[in-house]
């Protein structure tokens, strides 16, 4: 599982802002006031993701062709990432289409702690003010990033493991 939202923004705030004083917190503006609510985003996300990838480098890396690669004298290089790494990313593409939903429950928190005003904060105040054209409106974009997300995953998918298309 990763590490949730509401614990790693404030960690963050309190080592980037307050005692490195590297980093805004709340404004708007630049590229460093998006660096604090990316990282809290991404952080717990990308553990679990770093598990998946290395979990299935570990099982592409045991098979035939690998060794077969690597015993014609294939570069080291050349076979992590052309033979092993190819074979290797559909199940992390998979998740990562899978933590792309994890990522939009997650802005609620973000949005909250960072001080920014978007979609989860709408639908929060909405669901309070019992608004419900709003909150469904909100339902329905997250609705539709959702399928656009898996639609690219299915599509890359396809594009890295022939097996996957359609007959």
């Excluded at 809290?40 to 690998?66: C, F, H, N, P, W």
Aim: overall charge positive; aromatic content about 8%; charged content about 15%.
């Amino acid at each position: 599982t990763s590490a949730p939202s509401f614990w790693i923004g404030p960690a963050l705030v309190f080592l980037f802002a307050l005692k490195l004083d590297l980093l805004p917190v709340s404004e708007r503006g630049t590229l460093a006031h998006l660096m604090l609510p990316s990282f809290t985003l991404a952080l717990g996300l990308s553990a679990v993701l770093i598990q998946i990838t290395r979990a299935s480098m570990l099982e592409v890396l045991r098979e035939d062709y690998v060794t077969t690669a690597r015993a014609k004298g294939v570069p080291l290089y050349r076979v992590y990432f052309r033979h092993a790494l190819v074979n290797a990313a559909t199940p992390v593409v998979s998740v990562l289409a899978l933590q792309a939903g994890a990522v939009l429950t997650g802005t609620v928190i973000v949005e909250s702690i960072f001080d920014w005003p978007g979609i989860g904060t709408l639908l929060f105040q909405s669901i309070q003010r019992r608004d419900f054209p709003v909150v469904q409106g909100c339902v329905l974009v997250v609705a539709i990033i959702t399928m656009v997300v898996q639609l690219v995953a299915d599509l890359v998918l396809m594009a890295i493991d022939p097996r996957s298309r359609p007959a």
